[in-house]
Nanobody
């Protein structure tokens, strides 16, 4: 049984930084693609970033240059480094895992989801 668990959320002031982490049991980040999504209150869930099996990264336009997705295969951990955070990025952030080489920011490509970690950005 695959379990995906996020951590690292919290409260931060605007232009601050946070690093989210995601661990998985029964699943290997190193041989598959994975990503991060977020959902703000009253809004649909949106893709933030994903990373392919070989490490190629993809980002939503809104976070390019500020967020960085990475993975540590030895630790089987996925990360999302978020810098220059904005209040409108307050949301529940979810780690998602898929099978295969190539990622995308569509939810349908992902099979396993964590419970989410809350990120709150104050102005």
């Amino acid at each position: 049984q695959v379990q995906v668990v996020e951590s690292g959320g919290g409260s931060v002031q605007a232009v601050g930084s946070l690093r989210l982490s995601c661990t998985a049991s029964g699943y290997t980040f190193g041989t598959n693609f994975a990503g991060w999504f977020r959902q703000a209150l009253g809004k649909e869930r949106e893709g933030v970033a994903c990373i392919e099996r070989v490490g190629t990264e993809m980002y939503a336009d809104s976070v390019k240059g500020r967020f960085t997705i990475s993975k540590d295969n030895a630790k089987n951990t996925l990360y999302l480094e978020m810098n220059n955070l904005k209040p409108e990025e307050t949301a529940m952030y979810y780690c998602a895992a898929g099978y295969g080489w190539l990622c995308g920011l569509s939810e349908r490509r992902f099979v396993y989801w964590g419970q989410g970690t809350q990120v709150t950005v104050s102005s």
